[in-house]
């Protein structure tokens, strides 16, 4: 009727142009424990494994990374709609939680690792 064509082109002879995210074991162990210390175990969760693609990957190839989310979902404000959805709505009580955990694991993984990393502290942290 409209007389158009289309070619669909799925570049399977180029590389994916995103890497696949693969947490670092020892960091996914170190969050995991952080967000059951801050959270309660019942609140920390495995996500399950899905297919989409994430930035996040090209950090992890130069270094070890790891990759976590914050549930926002909320029944009473019907904050129950996948993030890419034109209806998503997010729970902001949710944020000031999500800040904490990042906060949290950062901290104390850069504690542990001066510790380890370190013979002497550095002048500035002598007392």
Do not use: W
């Not at 570049?11 to 995103?18: A, Q």
């Not at 029944?75 to 944020?95: G, M, N």
């Amino acid at each position: 009727m409209h007389r158009c064509n289309a070619t669909v082109n799925f570049m399977e002879d180029r590389h994916l142009p995103h890497p696949v995210m693969i947490n670092d074991e020892q960091l996914y162990k170190h969050a995991k424990r952080v967000g059951e210390a801050l959270l309660g175990e019942p609140n920390v969760q495995l996500f399950p494994v899905t297919m989409g693609a994430e930035d996040f990957s090209f950090f992890s190839q130069r270094m070890p990374a790891a990759i976590f989310v914050i549930g926002t979902m909320n029944e009473t404000l019907k904050s129950h709609q996948p993030l890419h959805s034109p209806y998503f709505f997010i729970d902001e009580e949710a944020l000031p939680i999500g800040t904490a955990l990042n906060a949290a694991v950062a901290i104390s993984y850069l504690d542990t690792q001066i510790v380890k990393n370190c013979e002497e502290p550095p002048s500035a942290f002598a007392f």
